[in-house]
């Protein structure tokens, strides 16, 4: 078996796996970039109007035959690990004809996401997967494993052909609320793995403020009891664990969560694979409506879900009167000024920033100062830390460990045994 990796070598983001045998050949994940070349954020828009042959020509797609749309078709399948857009970025350039093989999760999160976001994926070939169970893609035998990271349903991968077998961690962790999975994988992991393709996104990050999503829960807890005016929560809504930690401190803490309809409609859709998932229906839960999201929702769903969301419906009014009990989920520091727009008295309010740092930015930081905004973080990463990805390896055991997912591929000589650093587009022979 080979194995090439197009993107993810030296940095996070945009991961694209190639593994081929004699007769078969399959992708792990194709997503988009999160940086460019010069390590600044990745624009998308950067996509808008280029031909195929341009944006390989520019690097931005990796030259791999019998992908694309108008190709004749040469892979037998994509593995996608998650619904984080650094994972399936690039699903729409690929040739229809090519299954895309992920978690009903995934393929539920993703589909919401071409209905609210301005990048869309469109229709695509998907197989759904089950967590256990494997299946067959050509000479390819692949069994999926569902992981603790903080989007849902999210899955590693064990693969076998020509007598090896690779083991791709995808993005994971070991505190989360589902850190059980952590553990099982330690205690009882897969054996005699070739080749283990492990994430290290917090390589270089340093250690956690948080340590878990009960500390959290806890701090938002505190936050909540010691404050008498509204509390703004930024965090994504695809990372259902803080959501599930922010309605928790708003049931101990007797606070109304108010999210809006694109998390309340993603709620809704993941009844399906969870039925432990809070709902906009559930107590102390309210939706506000954003004309944006109800658009969207009444053109490309169905305009019978906002009667259905309506029942729990929270306006402007009612917000002003009981804001010294209201938790408001948000999510977008570009639109958070008209956002607030009608809520009296904001001065002092507090703000908890549960994602990740990067995204704060100068103009944000300024217009909270103006309005005398307190920002605290209170978040802990989706990604594993340093002393999980050292178990994490231990407990696998590979011949050979490679280096994905990560800006610090260097230092895995120095924490890891059996470690080959590869470059992107180098052949590699398990």
């Not at 593995?79 to 229809?96: A, Q, R």
């Not at 976001?117 to 692949?142: A, C, L, M, Q, Y």
């Not at 403020?209 to 509204?230: C, P, T, W």
């Not at 009444?298 to 002003?320: C, P, Q, R």
């Amino acid at each position: 078996m080979k194995l090439t990796i197009h993107r993810g070598t030296k940095e996070i983001g945009g991961s694209c796996v190639e593994l081929s045998t004699a007769k078969s050949r399959i992708l792990v994940d194709f997503g988009m970039p999160l940086v460019n070349d010069k390590k600044e954020s990745f624009d998308s828009k950067i996509l808008i109007n280029k031909s195929l042959d341009e944006l390989k020509e520019l690097k931005i797609l990796p030259d791999i035959k019998g992908l694309y749309i108008g190709e004749k078709k040469s892979i037998d399948g994509i593995l996608i690990s998650h619904s984080h857009m650094d994972h399936y970025g690039f699903l729409k350039f690929v040739n229809p004809d090519i299954p895309i093989y992920m978690s009903k999760g995934a393929e539920i999160l993703i589909e919401i996401s071409d209905i609210f976001i301005p990048h869309k994926i469109g229709k695509f070939n998907v197989k759904t997967i089950d967590k256990g169970k494997s299946f067959t893609v050509g000479e390819f035998k692949i069994e999926s494993f569902l992981v603790d990271h903080s989007v849902f349903d999210a899955r590693a991968f064990l693969i076998e052909a020509e007598g090896k077998r690779i083991f791709y961690s995808g993005d994971f962790r070991g505190h989360g609320r589902k850190n059980i999975l952590f553990d099982r994988m330690i205690s009882k992991p897969p054996k005699d793995i070739d080749c283990l393709l492990m994430e290290g996104s917090m390589l270089g990050l340093g250690k956690q403020v948080y340590k878990d999503e009960n500390a959290v829960q806890g701090r938002i807890e505190e936050m909540l009891r010691g404050f008498s005016n509204i509390t703004f929560l930024f965090v994504s809504s695809q990372n259902i664990d803080r959501l599930v930690s922010a309605y928790k401190a708003c049931l101990k803490t007797r606070h109304i969560f108010v999210i809006d309809l694109y998390t309340a409609y993603i709620l809704d859709k993941l009844r399906k694979v969870s039925k432990n998932i809070p709902q906009f229906n559930w107590n102390n839960i309210r939706v506000k409506f954003i004309k944006s999201h109800a658009d969207a929702l009444a053109e490309k769903v169905s305009g019978k879900l906002l009667y259905f969301y309506n029942t729990k419906k929270i306006d402007m009014f009612e917000i002003n009167r009981k804001k010294n009990k209201i938790l408001m989920l948000a999510r977008d520091n570009l639109i958070f000024p008209l956002f607030v727009k009608g809520i009296k008295g904001i001065e002092g309010a507090n703000i908890i920033y549960s994602m990740w740092e990067g995204y704060l930015t100068d103009k944000f930081d300024n217009y909270c100062d103006m309005k005398k905004l307190a920002i605290e973080q209170i978040h802990t990463s989706g990604h594993a830390t340093i002393e999980d990805l050292k178990a994490f390896a231990k407990a696998i055991s590979p011949k050979v460990l490679i280096p994905i997912h990560t800006f610090e591929g260097k230092q895995y000589p120095d924490m890891f045994e059996n470690v080959r650093i590869l470059d992107d587009g180098e052949l590699f022979g398990v």
